[in-house]
């Protein structure tokens, strides 16, 4: 059905109740800097896991918890045995997290439960809110664990196995407290949609409230080792030296300028270094350094490792050392569903929201969730872009139009029984 002729058309979401929902989430784990601590599978990861699932029993869900403990809350259909209509999103944080990254998709969904049943609306298809297990990775490796294991990225068994600094597994992590579900094939899912908040700062700059996500970055990271020579700072000319560390920062200016000249989504990062001897008069013989290239489709994304391993090259030639790229991680570009990400836009547009396509260029759960289902992100604006900081914020109004424009899609691909 036309959401424009739809009987639901003027149905809205409500902002102060949502907003209070995620104040209320935040007490868990709350910081003295106004953030959220919530590591993965600890003892406040259970609270506010039992916290989301209170909520969606009120609202008259069912509960399930799957073997990697991801949680999904069923509104039943009028079909109820078509495949649900899926929203959500994570519960976890980092260390120093706030209140809205993850949290908004998971609460923001929730409310559009609470916004049906107050408006008795009834859907053909089922509506089911899911919180996916360790999508921070801050505790567990691999990141976005719990979609990824849903959408068969790596196996259950892998995930369970891994283990925290402290030697706990997840599995055990599960056990202790009491997500630990039951196992099987994941279902089919019809539609899948994740609000979030930017993480960025272009809705912002731009004057925009709502993102139209049509894709996520693909990316590509490395491990870069220099190899030198170590001598003294003092009798050592400058023309006669092997400095891994000159290397080193010619190379952070190459990675600088690949992504400047492969505007306007390409990514290009140096995040870490490491020296060695690290002595103040020794020049240094070797350094480390991590790249991670990002780019909204392959052929570009190679463009880029082409462009880096050549700038490797040329850099060890000039400076006489050799330079090693290994690469350690590989997400592939990951474009949404045309028809879900059209419905984003034209709800917007139908609900007065001033809109943007924009890529995303941090992973969510929704970039696994595409690879088994049609799949489709909304963003919101975040204060001053920032986000995996305490001080993190995002305006009501804001969050509010997000939720509403997830309404409205989600009733669309749920269909209203008239």
């Known amino acids: 059905m036309d959401m424009?002729?739809?009987?639901?058309a003027a149905l809205r979401t409500d902002g102060a109740r949502l907003w209070q929902s995620l104040m209320d989430l935040a007490r868990i784990g709350a910081t003295a800097k106004g953030g959220v601590c919530r590591i993965a599978l600890t003892e406040l990861d259970r609270q506010g896991r039992d916290l989301f699932v209170q909520w969606a029993k009120d609202a008259g869900c069912s509960i399930r918890v799957d073997a990697i403990g991801n949680i999904f809350a069923r509104r039943a259909g009028a079909q109820d045995d078509l495949p649900p209509v899926m929203t959500g999103s994570h519960i976890d944080t980092q260390p120093t997290g706030g209140k809205f990254d993850g949290n908004y998709g998971?609460?923001?969904?929730?409310?559009?439960l609470r916004t049906l049943n107050a408006a008795g609306v009834r859907t053909r298809a089922p509506i089911e809110v899911v919180v996916w297990t360790n999508e921070?990775?801050?505790?567990?490796?691999?990141?976005m664990m719990g979609s990824?294991?849903?959408?068969g990225a790596f196996t259950l068994e892998h995930a369970l196995a891994q283990h925290d600094a402290q030697g706990v597994s997840v599995g055990e992590a599960l056990q202790a407290i009491g997500y630990a579900g039951q196992g099987g094939p994941a279902p089919a899912v019809g539609a899948y949609f994740e609000a979030h908040i930017e993480q960025g700062p272009v809705l912002e700059n731009h004057d925009r409230i709502i993102g139209v996500v049509t894709a996520a970055l693909g990316q590509r990271w490395y491990d870069v080792s220099i190899q030198g020579m170590e001598a003294h700072a003092g009798p050592t000319p400058m023309e006669l030296r092997r400095d891994a560390l000159l290397a080193a920062s010619e190379l952070v200016l190459e990675v600088?300028?690949?992504a400047v000249q492969r505007k306007p989504h390409a990514r290009g990062t140096v995040g870490t270094m490491e020296l060695f001897p690290n002595s103040r008069n020794v020049i240094p013989g070797?350094?480390?350094l991590s790249v991670d290239l990002r780019a909204p489709d392959d052929a570009q994304l190679l463009d880029m490792d082409a462009a880096l391993r050549a700038a490797c090259a040329r850099i060890a030639s000039e400076r006489g050392l050799q330079i090693g790229v290994e690469q350690v991680v590989y997400f592939p570009p990951q474009p949404f569903t045309p028809q879900l990400v059209e419905a984003v836009r034209a709800?917007?547009?139908?609900?007065g929201y001033s809109s943007m396509?924009?890529?995303s260029g941090a992973g969510h759960d929704a970039v696994y969730l595409a690879r088994v289902a049609p799949a489709a992100m909304i963003f919101v604006p975040c204060d001053d872009g920032i986000s995996h900081n305490e001080i993190e914020n995002a305006e009501p109004a804001h969050l509010e139009a997000g939720c509403n424009v997830l309404l409205r899609a989600m009733l669309a691909a749920a269909e209203v029984v008239a």
Do not use: Q, T
């Open 256 to 258: 600088n300028r690949i």
């Open 347 to 351: 709800n917007a547009g139908d609900l």
């Open 357 to 359: 396509d924009v890529v």
């Open 286 to 288: 070797r350094a480390g």
């Open 4 to 8: 424009k002729s739809s009987p639901c």
């Open 148 to 151: 990824g294991v849903f959408a």
């Open 106 to 112: 998971v609460l923001a969904g929730l409310e559009v």
């Open 136 to 143: 921070e990775g801050s505790r567990f490796v691999p990141v």
